[in-house]
């Protein structure tokens, strides 16, 4: 489904006065909003093929109707997103779910929409049909080489995959370690893991990154093989300048400083991609800002500050995703919501006075650093994010037209009541 211009402009003439008297009201109070609304323009997050339909959870599985049932249709949903807010112009392929047949119109599909290619993600955390040997006991790091080897394959498949649709990164996130206690020699695994990542490491294009993902927990409970930042970091900095740390929001144990982490992590030059969602307990998946507004914010004024240290380009210098599950919401309305979280969260730290914050600090003025922090995390800077998307032609309030529009019904007219998209 494709939006006609003429509805995204109904819908913001109907809206246009509104924004005006909040935005100016705003802006009188905001240095720089020109500048901030150019970078807000810029900055793309792009979605994975996996998040456009229902996840579920282990116990069930609720289908809300009108799902896409090939890369396609995903694709024309993340065309439909990116219509609305003008934000998500880029997907993030998982393979083997979406094993695109035909590459050639797979990419002129995707410039049709105006996507971009972001990483390829590979999957050694399932086995496929017809597959020789089985992940169940681990990939990379399996104590039998000819199942790593089966593992690099795969890696280097979808290597060759990304390549032709002018992907440039992989991302690896392994489900490897150890549920009990003895099971594994974790010097071993260490060790079988990074002789594998090495050989995919060397299959590497030039111009291309891997990001190495990490997560504390699950689906093993006792090790993983890649289990924090410092196990990451350890992989990253022996295989190359092209390898980096990748950071998911839910994956680190309860109460993790996140902020920190990402801080550290951009001094040394080895933080490559982002994965957001938002969690209460664990790796819940939950939508982007729903639960911790305030660390979604602290998070991006590290990024912020650190990114400008470096001189990188907030919109370029990292891979940007969104990586949730959506359970009982509309996975598409899920994503807007996701979106404008990570918008409101980028505007406010692009507002934090930075100058104003270190002389704070030199003055150990810790009652103004948290004032000087505070005041741009309660800034209300909706109206900012959304005149941004009015000069991108994007729609003011992407879910109210959404649901004007009623989207989700279109879908399900076309598509069906019963579909499950590939992968779920
Ligand atoms: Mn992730």
């Keep these: 489904m494709r939006l006609e211009k003429y509805q995204i402009d109904e819908h913001n003439d109907k809206l246009a006065q509104q924004h005006k008297r909040k935005f100016e009201f705003?802006?009188?109070?905001?240095?720089?909003?020109?500048?901030?609304?150019?970078?807000?323009?810029?900055?793309?997050?792009?979605?994975?093929?996996?998040?456009?339909?229902?996840?579920?959870?282990?116990?069930?599985?609720?289908?809300?109707?009108?799902?896409?049932?090939?890369?396609?249709?995903?694709?024309?949903?993340?065309?439909?997103?990116?219509?609305?807010?003008?934000?998500?112009?880029?997907i993030s392929l998982h393979i083997p779910w979406d094993i695109p047949e035909n590459a050639a119109s797979v990419k002129a599909l995707a410039a049709q929409y105006g996507l971009k290619f972001d990483a390829v993600n590979s999957n050694t955390f399932q086995d496929q049909p017809n597959q020789q040997h089985s992940y169940k006991f681990g990939s990379l790091q399996h104590v039998d080489k000819a199942v790593r080897k089966q593992a690099i394959e795969h890696n280097i498949e979808v290597i060759r995959h990304g390549?032709?649709?002018?992907?440039?990164?992989?991302?690896?996130?392994?489900?490897?370690?150890s549920s009990f206690p003895g099971q594994l020699n974790f010097r071993n695994a260490f060790n079988n893991t990074l002789e594998s990542l090495q050989e995919i490491y060397a299959a590497l294009p030039d111009n291309w990154k891997v990001f190495v993902e990490y997560k504390a927990f699950e689906p093993n409970f006792y090790s993983m093989s890649v289990g924090d930042w410092g196990q990451s970091l350890l992989y990253a900095n022996?295989?190359?300048?092209?390898?980096?740390?990748?950071?998911?929001?839910?994956?680190?144990?309860?109460?993790?400083?996140?902020?920190?982490?990402?801080?550290?992590?951009?001094?040394?030059?080895?933080?490559g991609g982002f994965h957001f969602n938002d969690s209460k307990y664990g790796d819940d998946d939950l939508t982007t800002g729903s639960i911790k507004p305030y660390?979604?914010?602290?998070?991006?004024?590290?990024?912020?500050?650190?990114?400008?240290?470096?001189?990188?380009?907030?919109?370029?210098?990292?891979?940007w995703m969104i990586d949730a599950s959506h359970n009982i919401k509309d996975p598409l309305e899920d994503l807007l919501q996701s979106v404008e979280a990570i918008m409101m969260a980028y505007t406010q730290a692009l507002l934090v006075d930075k100058k104003a914050l270190e002389q704070a600090r030199l003055e150990n003025d810790v009652v103004r650093c948290q004032e000087i922090l505070q005041h741009a995390f309660r800034t209300d800077v909706r109206a900012i994010v959304a005149e941004a998307r009015l000069r991108s032609n994007a729609a003011l309030n992407p879910v109210q037209l959404y649901r004007d529009l009623k989207v989700r019904e279109s879908l399900v007219a076309g598509r069906g009541q019963k579909t499950v998209a590939t992968g779920l």
């Design 26 to 90: 705003l802006a009188q109070d905001v240095q720089g909003v020109e500048e901030i609304i150019q970078k807000l323009i810029k900055f793309q997050i792009a979605i994975p093929s996996w998040a456009l339909g229902t996840g579920g959870t282990r116990f069930g599985r609720f289908s809300g109707g009108g799902e896409p049932r090939n890369l396609e249709e995903k694709m024309e949903d993340i065309g439909l997103l990116h219509q609305l807010n003008q934000s998500s112009g880029a």
């Design 163 to 177: 390549v032709e649709l002018g992907s440039d990164s992989l991302t690896v996130w392994l489900a490897d370690g």
């Design 238 to 271: 022996k295989l190359g300048s092209k390898a980096y740390t990748l950071v998911d929001l839910g994956h680190h144990l309860p109460n993790a400083n996140i902020e920190q982490i990402v801080a550290l992590l951009l001094n040394e030059g080895k933080l």
């Design 295 to 319: 660390q979604l914010f602290l998070i991006f004024n590290e990024l912020v500050e650190g990114m400008d240290a470096k001189g990188m380009d907030h919109a370029t210098g990292l891979g």
